[in-house]
């Protein structure tokens, strides 16, 4: 015979296990819908996200034992992050272009849950990389979030924005560059690559070039379509990617679609370097 107790539990065991699969939904039809874009997509795709989200939330007595049976929230394994504001520095208009396309470049991204190495490609990107530089050197990246992770049909983490929400921006908009690299083979971007964010809604051409800060690092391959400018790949860091990744995202936030990382991921510091 089963106890009451324990039928109890069994009862709210279920109940969890239907909350997280409403949640797994949740997160997989917001994927399909708002897949590495920036703020504009972000901001139309807001109110069916939130229909999404919401499910899970209504149904009375049974949202309230969902919740009672909630799991405590998943550890952070990262660090503190370094005394700093994020930027709120913006500009008019692109930098001038100032990168040597002949040479090397290396990124240095210290972030509170360990270090990550970009080499960076400005002979197929010079815009993106000539930007990506100037904004490290403004410090524009310092004490900013990594504010979006996913990790389910794509395996990607989202930094580059100060905000914090999707929506931050330096001011201008980037040219999509190496849309043709053939690294891009059958619509997958591979594990390792480094591409930038951007508001293209894969149907009005007024909505390409339009990259900007946001950029995402790519840590198993990802079936995307070719749209992103990549202009880099991780060259150290992998296994800190993968930690981040292990510990999880939140359900997408009502307001942006965001699946937010439970690690508190921060860039402490950018730095790039030319050799």
Not at 33 to 62: C, H, K, M, W
Request: glycine fraction near 10%; include cysteine; aromatic fraction near 6%.
């Amino acid at each position: 015979m089963v106890s009451k107790d324990q039928r109890r539990r069994q009862l709210a065991r279920e109940k969890f296990e239907r909350q997280q699969e409403r949640r797994s939904v949740a997160q997989r039809k917001a994927k399909r819908r708002n897949v590495i874009v920036a703020s504009a997509v972000a901001v139309a795709l807001a109110a069916g996200v939130a229909a999404y989200a919401s499910a899970g939330l209504t149904g009375g007595d049974e949202a309230a034992s969902d919740q009672a049976a909630a799991p405590p929230a998943p550890k952070n394994p990262c660090g503190t992050p370094a005394k700093g504001a994020p930027s709120k520095k913006t500009w008019k208009k692109e930098p001038a272009m100032s990168v040597d396309t002949s040479a090397s470049y290396a990124a240095k991204l210290s972030t509170t849950c360990g270090t990550i190495e970009l080499k960076l490609d400005p002979g197929k990107a010079p815009h993106t990389v000539n930007s990506f530089a100037f904004l490290a050197a403004q410090g524009y990246f310092d004490h900013s979030k990594c504010h979006r992770l996913v990790d389910a049909g794509i395996h990607v983490l989202q930094c580059g924005d100060p905000t914090a929400t999707g929506s931050g921006t330096p001011g201008y908009r980037l040219p999509d560059e190496n849309l043709k690299d053939p690294r891009l083979k059958g619509g997958v971007y591979p594990a390792g690559t480094v591409a930038m964010a951007n508001s293209y809604d894969g149907k009005d051409e007024k909505t390409r070039n339009s990259g900007g800060s946001q950029f995402f690092l790519v840590f198993q391959d990802s079936q995307l379509p070719p749209n992103y400018t990549p202009f880099g790949t991780i060259t150290g860091g992998m296994d800190v990617l993968r930690k981040i990744a292990d510990a999880g995202a939140t359900s997408p936030d009502p307001q942006t679609g965001n699946t937010a990382p439970h690690a508190n991921v921060v860039i402490d510091k950018a730095a790039v370097t030319k050799s």
